[in-house]
């Protein structure tokens, strides 16, 4: 059973350009969640969404920032215009039920320079 | 607004001996799920160990065992027999709304280093 995917692993972006995270979740999951690591920092709760619906964006930017989980394909993170104090991993999280154990992809380093 | 604290930002130990991480928290919630997460060099989380706020035993996982103190809102993680590969930084996590395990709040971490 493959765990959660997240795609690029690493990604570039000069500041001004938009980022595109992708997260595929554990096969048999619904429920995915976004979170953000600064440098020496533990992880921050961005977004919870399930298939088409966004649950809880409480820990999102106001602004540049949004995240979608439609019918078919993968959860996507887009953040708009990229400035320096975006660069951080970006991590994906999926569990089977919203109550479940999360279970962690690799991240996505972002780097914005 | 739910708080984790880890104390220790580095700990080292020998190989084959045991090693206690310390959390704690703040929480009003009276039931809840309490996590430790390990992050190797490959930086991909991984849950180590989960424990239940309304049981009373301490969970284990092979060498990985919590010692929960509800009351005293502590929840360290125990390491028995280190391994080379236990060396990781470790982050303890609890749910920010107590009702449900979304939202996790994560400590700054303790960086283990396992010295051979």
């Known amino acids: 059973n493959a765990g959660v995917m997240q795609n690029p692993r690493h990604l570039v972006r000069r500041r001004g350009q938009e980022a595109r995270l992708r997260c595929s979740p554990m096969?048999?999951?619904?429920?995915v969640y976004w979170y953000r690591q600064l440098p020496e920092e533990g992880l921050k709760f961005m977004v919870y969404?399930?298939?088409?619906?966004?649950?809880?964006e409480s820990g999102m930017p106001k602004e540049r920032f949004s995240a979608e989980f439609p019918k078919e394909g993968p959860s996507i993170l887009r953040i708009q215009q990229v400035v320096r104090g975006d660069s951080a991993a970006y991590f994906c999280?999926?569990?089977?039920?919203?109550?479940?154990?999360?279970?962690f992809g690799p991240g996505t380093r972002l780097t914005v320079t | 607004a739910q708080t984790v604290t880890q104390s220790q930002p580095e700990m080292s130990v020998q190989e084959a001996e045991t090693v206690t991480l310390s959390c704690t928290y703040d929480?009003?919630?009276?039931?809840?799920?309490l996590f430790w997460y390990k992050q190797p060099p490959s930086r991909q989380m991984i849950l180590v160990i989960r424990?239940?706020?309304?049981?009373?035993q301490n969970a284990t996982e092979n060498r990985f065992s919590v010692n929960f103190q509800k009351a005293a809102k502590s929840f360290s993680l125990k390491i028995s027999d280190s391994q080379l590969g236990d060396a990781a930084m470790y982050f303890c996590?609890?749910?920010?709304?107590?009702?449900?395990?979304?939202?996790?709040?994560f400590g700054k971490g303790t960086l283990l280093t396992v010295n051979p």
């Open positions: 424990q239940e706020a309304y049981k009373q």
């Open positions: 096969k048999g999951h619904s429920h």
């Open positions: 929480t009003s919630e009276s039931d809840y799920y």
């Open positions: 999280a999926s569990s089977l039920t919203g109550s479940g154990e999360q279970y």
């Open positions: 996590a609890i749910p920010r709304d107590g009702g449900s395990n979304y939202k996790l709040t």
């Open positions: 969404l399930q298939k088409e619906n966004i649950i809880d």
